[in-house]
């Protein structure tokens, strides 16, 4: 029963989050805003949202240790197991900006998260912080017209021009929020219930089972973009979703309610979370590509942490 708890839940947290993007992107070009725009906010925001659903579910269940253990578990899967695997299928050709500032700025903010936790919680004024934070990298960015350019292409690619008009656009954009918090509460749901019925602690089923779950969508979506050749496409994706996962959803989250977090966390996960991105960044700079068997390290690296986890 938990497992099917799971299993709905991913999939409704999915369609969820699918139904929320596309009707809140159509919504964005009725109102006039431009492809930036929408592409770094309701874009962004609406990719994370199974993530925010899944962190607030947790937390307000009464599950800390889930919904932290989904955000630093989401950023290990991310890098790990999708762009492992994306790179194994596909090398990856990478831009110098993402060496040159998202990458420094992703190690600085999961640096800085080990001093925002320092005192086992991260409360309603830190939260807050890590929103502000966020609301200034996406202010500088849309200041750069090179970024606007390619941002606007990206959305263009992707969404096109609005086909729904304002009435369709909201019911596509409440059903998503429906089915997201559907999908949250079922999926932590199943998720406690299986680390209950192995013995195992809610800290590992929210870095692996829970993690996962809200990471399929980036998989899939990597992996295609991949096949396409479309390099900068996978690396933004993920390391833009890394950074919304510790200023965006763990900011909102504490906002809602503050996140306490286990001191084996801060030891263990922040660490290993902090060394797989310093080993892509590592990676990246080498000649600017990263290469199958990089990917395949990658990947094996994360599936060996997860397995251990449960030992």
Not at 25 to 53: D, H, K, N, W, Y
Not at 102 to 124: E, H, K, Y
Not at 269 to 275: E, H, K, R
Request: overall charge neutral; glycine content about 12%.
């Amino acid at each position: 029963m938990d497992l099917l708890l799971i299993l709905l839940g991913v999939a409704l947290l999915y369609a969820g989050g699918e139904g929320l993007v596309r009707g809140a992107s159509a919504l964005g070009q009725r109102l006039g805003l431009t492809p930036m725009v929408i592409g770094l906010t309701v874009v962004s925001f609406g990719t994370s949202s199974p993530e925010l659903a899944a962190s607030l579910a947790a937390v307000l269940k009464g599950s800390p240790a889930v919904s932290f253990g989904n955000i630093v578990g989401s950023n290990i899967a991310n890098l790990g197991l999708v762009l492992g695997a994306t790179a194994a299928i596909w090398p990856l050709a990478v831009a110098a900006r993402f060496l040159q500032r998202d990458m420094p700025f992703l190690i600085l903010i999961s640096l800085s998260l080990f001093w925002v936790v320092r005192d086992g919680s991260v409360d309603q004024l830190e939260g807050l912080v890590l929103v502000a934070v966020l609301a200034v990298y996406l202010g500088l960015l849309i200041r750069k017209p090179a970024e606007t350019e390619e941002v606007a292409a990206e959305f263009a690619r992707e969404y096109g021009t609005a086909k729904l008009n304002v009435a369709w656009s909201l019911l596509l954009v409440a059903a998503g929020i429906g089915l997201l918090v559907v999908g949250a509460n079922s999926l932590i749901q199943g998720a406690v219930g299986v680390a209950r019925s192995l013995g195992v602690s809610e800290r590992v089923i929210g870095l692996t089972v829970v993690a996962f779950g809200t990471s399929l969508p980036e998989l899939s979506a990597c992996v295609v973009a991949a096949v396409k050749r479309e390099g900068d496409i996978v690396l933004g994706n993920l390391i833009g979703s890394n950074i919304f996962n510790i200023l965006f959803i763990l900011g909102v989250t504490a906002l809602v309610h503050p996140v306490g977090v286990e001191t084996q966390a801060v030891r263990l996960d922040l660490a290993v979370m902090l060394a797989l991105t310093l080993v892509v960044w590592a990676f990246l700079t080498t000649g600017r590509r990263l290469v199958r068997w990089e990917g395949v390290v990658l990947f094996v690296g994360y599936c060996g942490y997860a397995a251990w986890l449960f030992v």
